[in-house]
């Protein structure tokens, strides 16, 4: 069965350092993987995705993560966070042609000044 | 932009009582879903809707009921609300394999 793990519940940073957040997931067949941001007292804001084509995936804010299909994971990463994006964010996956979405569990990353 | 509206913010309800939740988007998209949001647990999918008059099974389903009448509606049933449905609801659209948009969630209390 498809399922997406995410270790990692919490993840505390200083502002400016970077920050990696995991996600692992599991599907024997061709997937398309997303990361949603959720801001507090907000719904859920697509991040970034893959679908095909370049492994490495960007978005406006300066995070970026990676496709790694022989290690089954889509990290997250930022080179220095900002105290703005203190949030919680969601990975998740869907398999190719399909409508249904799974989630992980979410990781929120405090950012300290 | 893609506008998904969720009626109500924040709902108090007693033990037993008929929920409604409601959502509405405003850009024609096909698919529509409901789900719940807990601490520890993530997003989980109580039903998804392909189209008017259609609807799926997520992975929690029990104790709740949908209705998609119109396009741009799907509503959410808790036949006979108990505490342990106390949680965050969210909406979400999309069209077909693309990105979900998702309102701003329904905080519901049962008490």
């Known amino acids: 069965a498809q399922s997406v793990t995410q270790l990692d519940s919490q993840v505390p940073v200083f502002e400016e350092a970077p920050v990696e957040l995991r996600c692992n997931y599991s599907?024997?067949?061709?997937?398309?993987l997303f990361w949603y941001v959720q801001y507090p007292n907000q719904g859920l804001q697509l991040l970034l995705k893959?679908?095909?084509?370049?492994?490495l995936v960007e978005s406006i804010n300066g995070f970026e993560a990676e496709f790694n299909k022989s290690q089954t994971s889509f990290h997250l990463r930022k080179p220095s966070v900002h105290i703005s994006d203190t949030a919680e964010y969601f990975c998740?996956?869907?398999?190719?042609?399909?409508?249904?979405?799974?989630f992980g569990t979410g990781t929120r990353l405090q950012v300290f000044p | 932009d893609v506008k998904v509206t969720q009626s109500s913010r924040y709902l108090v309800k007693r033990t037993g009582e008929k929920v409604f939740l409601e959502c509405v988007q405003d850009?024609?998209?096909?698919?529509m879903f409901w789900y719940r949001q807990d601490p520890g647990l993530g997003l989980r999918l109580i039903y998804f809707?392909?189209?008017?008059?259609?609807?799926e099974k997520g992975d929690i389903p029990e104790g709740y009921s949908v209705s998609r009448e119109k396009k741009e509606r799907f509503s959410l049933i808790l036949e006979s609300a108990s505490t342990n449905q106390t949680s965050m609801y969210l909406c979400?659209?999309?069209?077909?394999?693309?990105?979900?948009?998702f309102g701003n969630g329904t905080r519901l209390t049962v008490t």
């Open positions: 979400a659209s999309r069209v077909y394999s693309s990105p979900l948009h």
């Open positions: 599907s024997s067949v061709s997937v398309y």
């Open positions: 893959y679908l095909s084509g370049s492994t």
């Open positions: 998740a996956v869907t398999l190719y042609n399909t409508d249904k979405l799974i």
């Open positions: 850009m024609d998209h096909e698919n």
């Open positions: 809707s392909y189209d008017v008059k259609m609807k």
